[in-house]
């Protein structure tokens, strides 16, 4: 019953700036990991990072090798909402991006740990 919405994707040049947010309804949001998950035509769907919340300010992030120090994930429970942050954007980032809620993943890396998927917004950077 939760329903992802996300936003933000375009065309961007490498080494710009683009922030993709997700915004969640129909659940309790902030009892959910976070994911963000991305896809390109030919190859699996990748994980990019993910998120917790375990306490009144207190989250938890994760993020792949290939996005680190460059993404960053966050979230606002009162907007009921998840952001990904992506600086220094290379042509190899271009792809469809997904957010993804868990209730109890065992892994947050792994695709079939999500119950909820949104549909996904292009994000297309060209060098």
């Known amino acids: 019953q939760v329903q992802l919405v996300e936003s933000g994707g375009g065309l961007v040049q490498a080494g710009g700036s683009l922030r993709l947010s997700c915004a969640a309804s129909?659940?309790?949001?902030?009892?959910?990991?976070m994911g963000w998950f991305r896809q390109v035509p030919g190859k699996e769907r990748e994980y990019v990072a993910s998120?917790?919340?375990?306490?009144?300010?207190?989250?938890?992030?994760d993020y792949a090798d290939s996005v680190k120090g460059r993404f960053t994930i966050s979230r606002d429970n009162a907007k009921n909402t998840v952001y990904l942050q992506m600086n220094s954007l290379k042509p190899e980032d271009t792809a469809v991006y997904y957010c993804?809620?868990?209730?109890?993943?065992?892994?947050?890396?792994?695709?079939?740990?999500?119950?909820?998927w949104g549909q996904g917004t292009q994000v297309t950077v060209s060098a």
């Open positions: 993804a809620a868990a209730k109890s993943p065992r892994t947050r890396w792994q695709m079939s740990a999500y119950e909820y």
């Open positions: 129909g659940g309790t949001f902030s009892t959910y990991v």
């Open positions: 998120i917790r919340w375990n306490g009144a300010s207190i989250f938890y992030a």
